[in-house]
Every structure is written in C-alpha cells, then in structure tokens.
C-alpha cells in the first residue's frame, strides 16, 4: 500500500543524545516535509525539501537538520535533544512542482526529551 | 512573526447541529488548505481553495475562502458522530507554510 512510514513510532530520549526520526515514503512524490505537533500550537514546519538533493529551513528549525539524497528518504536529525524538543513529529510528501499543495502525512512519531 | 489563528480553540454540539470554524492570517496565503485530524491520528486533507472569495461544498461541508486571501471559514451542516476530530486550516506565504491553531469539535449523540 503506497504511503508514508515513519519510525520509530515512539521513542524516549536523553538530553544531549543524538537522534534521528525516518521517514520514506513510495509515491514518488517530489516534496517532503517535516512538522512538530504541540498542544494548543498546531502544526509548525521545521524543514521541507521541493525536491531531492534539495532543503529549506521552516518555522522552528533551529536544532534540527535534514537531508534529502534520493526521492523517497528524509530524515529528521536533532544533533543533541533537549526537553523543549518533546513533541510529536510528523512527515509529509506532496506531488506537483510547487510542493505547496495537498499534503500526505505520515502516522508520527512521538518524542520524549528527558 | 506569521500567524493563523482559529477560532473558536472548541466546539462541542450536539450531534445534528451545525458548526463553523474560522481561520485568520496575519497575511496573505496563496491558497488555503483544510485538514482534519482524529484523536491519536495524523492530519488528513480534506480541500484546497486558490481563488480569491472561492467557495467549495463537500457533502455537508462548505469551505469558504475570503476576498483578501487571509481568511477562510468551514461549515459543516447537521454534524455527525464521524465529524469528531480537530480541523486545521493551512496555507503557504513566500516559502514557508503554515497551519493554524486548530479547532477541535465534539459531538454528542
């Protein structure tokens, strides 16, 4: 079933600990997104990428970084977590040039920074 | 800084009556996005307007898309138990994208 996966789906973390959230998807599409979802905050873009081999930075993207080496990947590094990064993370794909249109997401993966 | 806001934050109706959310930008959006997400869920796309006072109906919801491109409003008519979950507008400006606060909607059967 074409869609997007993400893992781990759940994890807990140290403070200082390096991490990195997968994601891949298979609709071969040309755009992927990164969001944190905090209550009463909605949905804030950390960083996208319109195509492979290219980034952006988003909304928050301070202390996160990203890669984008083939279509499908785009993984979500926090070089070193603190607490303040406890959220849950979403990935998103869209198709079309432009990327900013309707977006897929994928089931999140929940963070916890103690 | 950008800013989308919702309101109301919730909304709670009994299961028949209808609900609106509405949705503010501190600026100009490109288009507007409507998403809606379950308890536990990820967001889902429900519809995407372009056009300057564009209005789009699926089934018993009527998205709206205001003259100025900064706001937008949903309405759903005769909400059902199904309806239950949190409706998120979202939009791009320059090359950031934004989503709002959201409003989460109960309904009472």
């Known amino acids: 079933i074409a869609g997007i996966t993400q893992a781990p789906t759940s994890q807990i973390l140290a403070a200082g600990r390096r991490m990195t959230l997968r994601c891949t998807q298979d609709?071969?599409?040309?755009?992927m997104y990164w969001y944190r979802q905090d209550l009463g905050l909605g949905l804030r873009l950390i960083h996208y990428s319109n195509t492979a081999g290219t980034t952006g930075k988003g909304e928050v993207p301070d202390g996160y970084s990203v890669s984008r080496a083939n279509t499908d990947d785009f993984p979500l590094t926090l070089a070193s977590a603190v607490p303040s990064q406890t959220s849950v993370y979403f990935c998103?794909?869209?198709?079309?040039?432009?990327?900013?249109?309707?977006?897929?997401f994928g089931p999140g993966t929940r963070l916890t920074v103690l | 800084g950008q800013q989308v806001m919702q309101i109301p934050q919730y909304q709670h109706v009994q299961e028949g009556e209808d609900f609106t959310t509405y949705c503010n930008s501190s600026?100009?959006?490109?288009?507007i996005q409507w998403y809606k997400q379950r308890p536990g869920g990820h967001p889902v796309f429900l519809i995407q307007?372009?056009?300057?006072?564009e209005v789009k109906k699926q089934k018993r919801l009527t998205f709206q898309f205001g003259e100025a491109k900064k706001n937008s409003s949903l309405h759903i008519t005769a909400t059902q138990t199904t309806d239950v979950g949190t409706y998120f507008c979202a939009g791009p400006t320059g090359n950031q994208f934004y989503f709002g606060t959201g409003t989460s909607l109960t309904v009472i059967p």
């Open positions: 609709m071969r599409h040309n755009a």
């Open positions: 307007l372009v056009k300057s006072g």
């Open positions: 600026t100009t959006l490109s288009n």
């Open positions: 998103a794909s869209s198709s079309g040039a432009s990327g900013w249109n309707e977006q897929f």
